[in-house]
């Protein structure tokens, strides 16, 4: 929210160094080798990209002097993302402006992908606002979130960016999801803390995690729980191979 980074020594639980930007826009954590990598602007209004140490010294500063990015980052409400070079993905950054995803990588000059993601509308949502967006390989995955009569609802809209084919995977309404990737399946997670009463639905069945393959959208794995009027709700991550679930019960 303030436009900084802060690094704490888990050990001591002291505050080891913090730095500030004008705007800050996406932090990436590498751990070998271990570097901190910041996307942040400029005194001159330019995307850069800053590579830390653990230690918070500065190795190296990156400008991107790219006319259609920096044309894009005026407003200070852009979504920007660093993605890391991995297999035959090489190095990029996903620019969403103005409605507009754009996708770059080096040199830099013009997109590799551009989609207007705007003018979103459907009967059953009130409002429809964007989230987030991730790239794994040449699949952009759009997470939105849909609201309706003090009720929302995430959903993911995966894009094959090669053809711009589309398809898309709904969450449980009421429900936060999140979305990362194994290989070639898409993992969204779920979580929901609100308690009773005014919590889950008793005998309906929820998804707390499910697997998808990324090119067909097919679910090819999932957890689901159906929950008593003890149950709170639940919390799933994904650690490594393997879904940690935590469900808090209700202390009567």
């Known amino acids: 929210m303030d436009n900084s980074i802060s690094v704490f020594n888990l050990a001591s639980g002291e505050e080891a160094w913090t730095k500030s930007y004008s705007k800050l826009y996406d932090v990436d ?55 890391a070079p991995e297999g035959s993905n090489k190095e990029r950054l996903s620019v969403y402006s103005n409605n507009v995803l754009a996708v770059y990588q080096a040199p830099w000059n013009n997109p590799v992908f551009k989609m207007n993601l705007g003018g979103m509308s459907s009967s059953r949502y009130e409002d429809i606002m964007l989230k987030d967006i991730k790239l794994n390989g040449p699949y952009a995955v759009i997470k939105f979130t849909g609201s309706s009569l003090m009720q929302s609802q995430d959903f993911f809209r995966v894009i094959y960016t090669s053809n711009k084919k589309t398809y898309t995977i709904v969450a449980d309404w009421s429900t936060h999801s999140d979305s990362s990737f194994a290989g070639n399946e898409l993992v969204i997670n779920s979580s929901f803390n609100v308690g009773n009463p005014l919590g889950v639905n008793v005998g309906q069945p929820y998804s707390l995690s499910g697997m998808y393959n990324l090119s067909t959208g097919k679910k090819t794995a999932g957890i689901s729980e159906t929950f008593t009027d003890r149950e709170m709700g639940w919390k799933s991550e994904r650690i490594g191979n393997h879904i940690l679930i935590y469900l808090p019960i209700l202390e009567l």
């Open 29 to 83: 954590v590498l751990s070998s080798p271990e570097k901190i990598i910041v996307i942040a602007k400029d005194k001159n209004n330019k995307l850069q990209k800053i590579v830390l140490s653990k230690e918070g010294t500065t190795l190296s500063i990156t400008v991107f002097n790219s006319a259609p990015i920096t044309k894009s980052i005026t407003s200070n409400g852009e979504l920007i993302h660093w993605y």
